[in-house]
C-alpha cells in the first residue's frame, strides 16, 4: 500500500511539472506575441524611425564646453586601439560647469527626483566598466554591452549600459542606465555627437533589431535613476588597452570625467583569465599546502594532553578566515559568469579544508578543554554548545557584512571598519601565545606549522591590497604592510617561546606563578599519606617504572615532584605527561611542566 501510494505520488508529481513547463512555455509564448506587446513594437519604431538629430538630439542640449569636451575626446586619432572587449577601472574628477537653460523659466533644473541617487557633493570616485562587443550590420560599428559601476565614499550606482564602437578612429559612445529597457535604444541614439553619428545609430539599430524589440521591458516599468551618456577614446597600451572617459547625466546635472593625464585601464577578457588562472594556481597551491602543515599539526597532538596546549580560539580564528575565504569565492562564482568553474573550485577548495580539517581539529582540541560542554545530556552541555554556535556567527555574520559593504562601497567608513576587521581576525596567534604563558608551554605547535599558516593567511589580503594589477580592482595601499608586519610579528614570538621559553618576554615580576617539579622529596607520610613503617619499602619509587628515585641524581633518573607529593623520575613523568595531565597515583590533575 505504502509503495502504491509512493508511486502514485511520483506519477502527479511528474505530471505536475510536465503541466507547468507547458503553461510556462505557452504564457511566455503569448506574452511576447500578445496584442499589447504589437501595439508597443509599432508605436516603439514608428517613434523611432521618426528621430532626428535636430528635433531629438539631447547632445545638443548639453552645455557648450560639455560638447567641446566630448566632441574633443571623440576626435579622430592616429593611435587608437580596435579591440574594446574587457574589463577598465579607473578614477573619475567630478567637472563643475555652467548648463544650458532647460526649464521654461530660463535656469537649470537642478532638482534631483525622488529615488534618484548621484555623486552630488563628491569630487573624485572609481569607475569600473565590462565591455563586450559583437559585430553589427555596419562593419565600421560594433555593438556594445555590458555593466559600469560608479563609486564615490557612500555612493554607489551599479549601470547596464549598450553603445557603439567605431573601428576607424577607436571611439565609442555609450548610454547606460539603471535596468536596460525599450527606451536605453532611444537614449543610446540621441547620445549622438553629430547629425551622421546620430542617422548611423538609428540606421544600425533598425536593421540589427528588425522591426522587433528583443527584450520586452516596458519604460513604465525599468528601473528610474540617473541615465549617463559616456564617450570614450580607447588607446593602446604596453600591458592592455587605456581609454579617456567623459561621464555626463543631463538628467541628474552630473559631469565626470578621466583625471588630466589619467586613463581607464582595461584588460581583454583573455588576459583577465590568464590572471584569474595565475591567481587560482596559487592560491589552490597554498591551500593544499596549508591542508598539508594541518594534517602534520594534528600528528604533533594526538593526545589529550597535547592538545590541552593547542588554544581553541586559534584555530576558530583560523576556521573562520578560512570560511571568509569559501564565501568571498562563492559570491565570485555567482558573480563573473564566464569564470564560474574556477571561483567555484577555490570555494570548495576552503570549504572541504575548513571543515574537514580545520573544524575537525578544533572539535577535537575543544572536546579536551571543555568536555562539558559538548555533553548534550547535562543543561552545562547544552549551554556550552549553544555558545560555540552564537560566538561563531557573531564573528562570521558581521565580518561577511564588512567584506560586502567594501566590495559594494569602497567609502571611508567601510574602509575603516574593513581595516579593523582584518587587524581582529589576523590576531588569531595571540591566543596561542596567551595560552603559552599561562601553561608555561611553548613546544605543541610545529614551527613550519606556525610560518606555513602566516604566510598562506596573508596572501589573501597582500594579493588585493598590496599588488596594483589584482583582479578585483582595489586600490593598494601601504596600510596592508603594517598588517603583514603584526601577523608576522606574532609568528615570530611563538616560534621564539619555543626556543626561550614561553615567558621569554615577560618581566620577571609580572610571570604568573608555575609550578615547578623540581621540588624536595617529601616523607613518607607525605607521599602515602600512611606511616612510614609501613611503606618503607616503597621509599621513593617511581611508581611508573618501579626503580629508585635518587634526590642527588642529575641524569634522566632525577627526581620530579607533583603538586599532590608523588614521586618520580623526570623522565617518566615527562613522557607521562605527554599523554595525561593527571597523576598516575592518585588521578589528581597536573599543572604543564614549563620550558626552559
Known sequence: MERRVLTLGCALAVFGLWLLLSVGDS????????????????????AFRRMSYAHNSTFALLPDNVQQSAVALLKSSSEFHDSIAGLYHGQWNAVHFTPHQNDANGHWNNTLPAGYERPANATNGALEMTLDAEPSVDDSVSLISGAAQLRSGGFTTHLTLQGLHWHTNGTAVLYAVPELSAQTTVGLVRAMPTAHTFDQ???????????????????????????????????????????????????????????????????????????TMRY??????????????????MRATPTHATMSMVSHYTLAMLAVL??????????????????YLLYGAMAIAAYMLTMSLYLKYLISVWKVQSPDAFDALNAAGRRGLLVMYVKFYAVLIPGVYTIYAFIDSRSRLNQWLMGILLTVMYSYWLPQIWLNVRRGVARRLRIDYIVGSSIVHLFLP???????????????????????????????????????GALFFIPAVLRPD???????????????????????????????????????????????????HHVYHDACLAYWMEIKLECPVCRAVLPPRVDG
Open 462 to 500: 597582500a594579493y588585493f591590497f598590496a599588488c596594483p594589477e589584482n583582479i578585483a580592482f582595489i586600490r593598494p595601499t601601504p596600510l596592508i604592510w603594517i598588517l603583514v608586519a603584526y601577523s608576522l610579528a606574532q609568528a615570530a614570538v611563538l616560534v621564539l617561546q619555543r626556543f626561550l
Open 201 to 275: 545609430a538609428r540606421t544600425v539599430y533598425d536593421e540589427t533589431l528588425g522591426g522587433r524589440l528583443l527584450s520586452y521591458t516596458h519604460p513604465d516599468d525599468a528601473l528610474d535613476g540617473c541615465s549617463y551618456h559616456i564617450y570614450m577614446h580607447f588607446g593602446s597600451a604596453p600591458s592592455g588597452v587605456q581609454a579617456q572617459v567623459l561621464t555626463v547625466s543631463s538628467n541628474c546635472n552630473v559631469l565626470l570625467a578621466t583625471p588630466s593625464g589619467q586613463h581607464v585601464s582595461g584588460v581583454s577578457h583573455a588576459q583577465y583569465r590568464q590572471k
Open 514 to 564: 608555575v609550578y615547578s617539579y623540581c621540588a624536595s622529596l617529601p616523607s613518607v607520610d607525605e607521599e602515602s599519606c600512611v606511616g612510614a613503617d609501613q611503606h618503607t619499602d616503597r621509599m621513593h619509587k617511581c611508581p611508573i617504572c618501579l626503580m629508585p628515585v635518587d634526590a642527588t641524581s642529575s641524569s634522566e633518573l632525577a627526581h620530579a615532584v607533583t603538586p599532590c
Open 322 to 339: 578560512d570560511t571568509y575565504s569559501f564565501i568571498m569565492h562563492s559570491i565570485a562564482c555567482l558573480a563573473f559568469g564566464g569564470m
Open 27 to 46: 504564457w511566455l509564448d503569448r506574452s511576447h506575441n500578445s496584442p499589447e506587446r504589437r501595439a508597443f513594437e509599432h508605436r516603439w519604431w514608428s
Open 280 to 297: 587560482f594556481r596559487t592560491s589552490l597551491a597554498l591551500i593544499l599546502a596549508q591542508a598539508v602543515l594541518l594534517l602534520l599539526q
